[in-house]
Nanobody, 130 residues
Framework: QVQLVESGGGLVQAGNSLRLSCAVS????????VGWFRQAAGKEREGSVC????????YEEERAKGRFTISKDNAKNMVYLSMFNLKSEDTATYYC???????????????????????WGKGTPVTVSR
C-alpha cells in the first residue's frame, strides 16, 4: 500500500504561484510513479504531470507545460507540484496519486491517466481568484 497526503492548497490570486506537497509513504519514490491530478467542480479528474521511478522521468500534459513543474525529494519521500502564473481555470481540488504499474519500463506515460493510478490522496483545494 502507498499512502499519500497532499498539502499546500489555498486561496491565491491570479498570476501568482503556488507549490503543493505530497508526502508519500509505504514505498520509496524510486519504486513508484507519482502524478498530480486535478478535478474542478462538475468536471472529470484530469492528469497534469507525473514523475516515474528512480530515473525521475517526467511526463506532462500539453496544457501543463510551461506552468506546472513536478519535482521530488527522494530522501524525504516528497513530491512537489509548482504552479506558476495561475489562472482562475486552475481552480480545482488537486490530488496526488501513485502507481506501481506505471513504474514499470515502458509504461511510464500511464501515470497521466487517473484510471492507471492505484493509490490516491484525499486532495487539497486550490482556489484562484481574479
Amino acid at each position: 500500500q502507498v499512502q499519500l497526503v497532499e498539502s499546500g492548497g489555498g486561496l491565491v490570486q491570479a498570476g501568482n504561484s503556488l507549490r503543493l506537497s505530497c508526502a508519500v509513504s509505504g514505498y520509496r519514490l524510486d519504486e513508484v510513479a507519482v502524478g498530480w491530478f486535478r478535478q474542478a467542480a462538475g468536471k472529470e479528474r484530469e492528469g497534469s504531470v507525473c514523475i516515474v521511478g528512480k530515473d525521475g522521468i517526467i511526463y506532462e500534459e500539453e496544457r501543463a507545460k510551461g506552468r506546472f513543474t513536478i519535482s521530488k525529494d527522494n530522501a524525504k519521500n516528497m513530491v512537489y507540484l509548482s504552479m506558476f502564473n495561475l489562472k482562475s481555470e486552475d481552480t480545482a481540488t488537486y490530488y496526488c496519486a501513485a502507481s506501481l504499474l506505471a513504474s514499470n519500463d515502458g509504461l511510464g506515460r500511464l501515470c497521466l491517466y487517473a484510471s492507471a493510478m492505484e493509490f490516491w490522496g484525499k486532495g487539497t483545494p486550490v482556489t484562484v481568484s481574479r
